[in-house]
């Protein structure tokens, strides 16, 4: 008698119990699309290349509108990610270059430097304002673009690290571009 009253309890306890878990489940906040993601250093992969990511400053992450999370070893690469794969990004996420903060990449100001080793050679240097970016080109080198640019550079196949000269760039690129003279590092 006893072991079919517990089985009518187990019968009856595990339904509820699992009611209880999806109505917790689907009562929890969603993700916050507007938050920067997490990476594991030297665990993540590169949602392009398959490699590790190593490098906090020249990591890059999208979110889709879904809440799905990209993540990459380099800005180019997510760049390149998206163009390939076209899907309804919500917010792209790059480091700031000096902070290694995250930063809202469509607000960010880029550098074009073709002597900064980045994880897939892009060369490109995320920062969270203008001035930063021009301080950075005095002191080294590069060109100064802004999201919408590279994407554009990207599509039109203008933008490839196994072709990166910035000297090509600075003719090819459109309106907007700050050039800098590459030999003096200035403008």
Same mark, same amino acid.
């Given at each position: 008698?006893?072991?079919?009253?517990?089985?009518?309890?187990?019968?009856?306890?595990?339904?509820?119990?699992?009611?209880?878990?999806?109505?917790?489940?689907?009562?929890?906040?969603?993700?916050?699309?507007?938050?920067?993601?997490?990476?594991?250093?030297?665990?993540?992969?590169?949602?392009?290349?398959?490699?590790?990511?190593?490098?906090?400053?020249?990591? @890059?992450?999208? +979110?889709?509108?879904?809440? $799905?999370?990209?993540?990459?070893?380099?800005?180019?690469?997510? =760049?390149?990610?998206? !163009?390939?794969?076209?899907?309804?990004?919500?917010?792209?996420?790059?480091?700031?270059?000096?902070?290694?903060?995250?930063?809202?990449?469509?607000?960010?100001?880029?550098?074009?430097?073709?002597?900064?080793?980045?994880?897939?050679?892009?060369?490109?240097?995320?920062?969270?304002?203008?001035?930063?970016?021009?301080?950075?080109?005095?002191?080294?080198?590069?060109?100064? @673009?802004?999201? +919408?640019?590279?994407?554009? $550079?990207?599509?039109?196949?203008?933008?490839?690290?196994?072709? =990166?000269?910035?000297? !090509?760039?600075?003719?090819?690129?459109?309106?907007?571009?700050?050039?800098?003279?590459?030999?003096?590092?200035?403008?």
């Amino acid at each position: 008698m006893k072991d079919r009253s517990q089985k009518k309890v187990r019968y009856f306890i595990l339904p509820i119990a699992l009611l209880i878990a999806a109505f917790l489940i689907g009562c929890s906040p969603a993700a916050n699309l507007d938050e920067p993601p997490e990476i594991l250093y030297g665990e993540d992969v590169c949602d392009e290349c398959s490699m590790i990511i190593n490098e906090e400053r020249f990591a @890059a992450s999208y +979110v889709t509108t879904t809440g $799905e999370v990209r993540r990459f070893d380099d800005v180019g690469g997510m =760049l390149l990610h998206d !163009q390939k794969h076209q899907e309804d990004v919500h917010v792209y996420w790059v480091h700031d270059f000096d902070t290694k903060d995250w930063i809202d990449a469509e607000e960010a100001v880029f550098v074009l430097d073709e002597g900064l080793m980045t994880p897939m050679g892009w060369s490109l240097a995320p920062f969270a304002t203008q001035e930063q970016a021009e301080t950075y080109v005095s002191e080294n080198s590069g060109i100064i @673009a802004d999201f +919408v640019m590279l994407q554009q $550079e990207i599509a039109d196949g203008k933008l490839d690290p196994t072709t =990166l000269s910035t000297h !090509q760039h600075e003719d090819e690129m459109g309106e907007g571009m700050e050039d800098h003279d590459m030999e003096s590092g200035g403008e």
